[in-house]
């Protein structure tokens, strides 16, 4: 099924934007670029990675990455990377250009997302400010109290933060949306009201409120704190088409503001608060849920480096042990502050100050060495069977460094501070490595890695054809004056699957007009995450990718001479394909003449 985006605006215009915003200048400003070639390269911001296999092509103004098939255009980079819909990067982008955008014609067959997104946006910023309000009304006396005098948060920290309060009445909010003209069903789409047929009520009453907001400063949840003993103590907003818990961050818009090379990672609401209050404007807090791949993904985006100071109680102990390895496969460095004797940074800070909280920032530890230290809490060191099973627990998580000098490196460190004899450790290690097939690791080939996600995204079929169709595909669409030399020699019917096909008719056509815009392909595909990567993929083939990707510096003449041999190599490919299945076609049809002419042809080829 082909995937809607919410295009509110004439074709030309988005075209206009698109070309005032070269995607090199605007990804670059989110990723370091080197240029390589005709192609730019940088760090993928995505997925973790040490090399770098995130290139930005100005000849198709689109990015791909080599290594987890992230690609687009202009507007699908920010739409990943800032969380916008289309309609809001094509804003963004009309701004950054100083281009005056016409009033929108309304939503098309597929605005309705887009138009419920921006409505239930607006209706959430009206709830924060009603929570907000009745916080300093009399009626929200008791949150207040909680707020400032239980917690000791200033006037300046509830405003910066907007904090309110849900009041006893279980349909206020309800009523109020009602007044501002909102019908039931928006208002049941937004997780703020539940709406049954015996009436509608509020989801949160009696509650200190948390507004969550995305890192574009957008309110698109909340959280409440009940008042009193009512269960559940904490309540979060339900999952909506603006609120996405799994990749949201409490305090992440202002965090990625902050000037630190690192990133706090906390437990609940009041920890990011206090630590904000206190300074440390860089803290973050997952909302509800355990933190997970997305939020590392997201966290990526902003910092290579973490310090978790999530509680120091058995759940804390284990939410840090969950999210130790999530962070490293995300390649981001993660460090652990130790808040002993207090269980969270809101105790630790009112009991010590912001300079001793700072003191355990700089001395956070090692993430493995704490994984070790928790480790060691579960064996009975006085006993020597006990002594043996920590030494070979310690072994087999040094076995989870498949780099030798990294392992070494661990095992040195592990020893001395564990008072494990060195060289007896190295030997059980290297016994354990063995059984494990542990070699030094080399670098990932991301030209290895992409053929390996084209393989699984593809359909079956012959590799060698569909490798030759996305070279000729690529081809043209790097250098449009291929088409002049093929012309008449393929069609797009000769391609072997069915979004080639499509493909090739739109990249044929525009060389036809003299018009074609690769970046604009992807459009069509903004909002269908595995079909655009498939297309980013089949318009991103390289042949000599792994060259391409090294550190060499290839000349754009070498790169023309590349692409003009595997483009006429991948044409041949393509003709004598369609040739075969032309003459099997005449075999059947017992059409002599036909037969001779496709074989005279195909021997004119060969």
């Known amino acids: 099924m082909e995937a809607q985006i919410d295009l509110y605006y004439p074709e030309e215009v988005i075209e206009r934007v698109r070309d005032a915003n070269d995607i090199v200048e605007v990804i670059g400003q989110y990723v370091q670029l080197k240029k390589k070639g005709g192609t730019y390269f940088g760090l993928c911001p995505f997925h973790g990675e040490k090399t770098p296999s995130f290139s930005v092509s100005p000849a198709k103004q689109m990015y791909y990455c080599f290594g987890c098939g992230a690609g687009g255009n202009v507007f699908t980079f920010l739409m990943e990377y800032e969380n916008y819909s289309f309609s809001e990067a094509l804003k963004y982008l009309a701004q950054r250009a100083n281009i005056s955008l016409p009033e929108s014609s309304g939503p098309s067959d597929g605005g309705y997302n887009a138009g419920l997104k921006e409505k239930l946006l607006e209706i959430h910023k009206k709830a924060a400010v009603f929570y907000h309000e009745k916080l300093k009304s009399e009626k929200g006396m008791q949150g207040l109290e909680y707020f400032k005098g239980k917690r000791g948060l200033s006037d300046r920290t509830i405003v910066h933060f907007g904090l309110g309060y849900s009041g006893k009445n279980s349909s206020e909010l309800y009523n109020y949306l009602r007044s501002e003209g909102y019908d039931d069903n928006i208002l049941s789409e937004t997780g703020l009201v539940v709406i049954e047929e015996r009436g509608a009520h509020d989801r949160f009453w009696n509650r200190v409120m948390f507004p969550i907001m995305d890192v574009n400063n957008r309110v698109v949840g909340f959280g409440g704190r009940v008042m009193g003993d009512g269960e559940p103590k904490y309540l979060n ?16 818009n202002y965090a990625r503001k902050s000037r630190k090379d690192h990133i706090l990672l906390c437990e609940g609401y009041m920890d990011v608060i206090a630590l904000h209050q206190y300074g440390f404007t860089n803290a973050v807090a997952s909302l509800g849920t355990a933190f997970n791949e997305k939020h590392a993904r997201l966290l990526k985006r902003y910092t290579n480096k973490v310090i978790l100071t999530q509680d120091s109680d058995e759940a804390g102990i284990r939410a840090k042990l969950r999210a130790l390895p999530i962070l490293k496969e995300a390649g981001i460095s993660a460090r652990v502050l130790d808040m002993s004797p207090y269980k969270d940074p809101d105790e630790f800070l009112k009991a010590l100050g912001p300079e001793a909280f700072n003191d355990r920032i700089m001395n956070a530890k090692n ?35 498949t780099e030798a000098l990294e392992r070494d490196n661990y095992t040195q460190t592990v020893a001395k501070e564990h008072f494990i004899p060195y060289e007896a450790l190295k030997r059980l290690v290297n016994q354990k490595g063995l059984t494990k097939g542990l070699t030094p690791s080399t670098a990932m080939n991301p030209a290895r890695t992409h053929e390996q996600g084209l393989r699984n995204a593809k359909p079956k079929g ?31 019917e000769d391609f072997s699957d069915d979004l080639y096909k499509e493909l090739a008719y739109a990249i044929f056509e525009g060389c036809e007009k003299g018009n074609l815009k690769t970046a604009a392909l992807i459009d069509k595909y903004s909002s269908d995450e595995d079909t655009r990567k498939r297309v980013a993929a089949i318009l991103n083939a390289k042949p000599f990718m792994a060259k391409e990707l090294s550190e060499s510096e290839d000349s754009e003449d070498d790169e023309d001479s590349s692409m003009h041999k595997s483009t006429e190599d991948a044409l041949k490919r393509i003709r004598l394909n369609a040739l075969e299945k032309k003459m099997e076609k005449a075999v059947e049809s017992g059409d002599a003449a036909l037969l001779q002419r496709l074989i005279e042809e195909k021997n004119g080829i060969i």
């Not at 907003?237 to 992440?252: A, C, M, Q, R, V």
């Not at 070790?372 to 030494?391: A, H, M, N, S, V």
Request: glycine share 8%; with cysteine; net charge negative.
């Open 462 to 492: 012959d590799t060698g054809l569909l490798k030759s169709e996305r070279i000729l595909l690529t081809g043209i669409c790097e250098r449009p004056e291929i088409y002049q030399s093929i012309k008449g020699l393929v069609e797009p």
């Open 237 to 252: 907003s339900p999952e909506t088409k603006i609120f996405d818990k799994s990749k949201n961050l409490y305090g992440l």
């Open 367 to 401: 993430a493995f060495m704490y994984e070790i230290d928790i480790l060691k809490r579960g064996y009975d060191l006085t006993d020597p069977e006990g002594k043996t099973d920590f030494y070979n627990a310690v072994a087999e998580k040094l076995c989870g460094f």
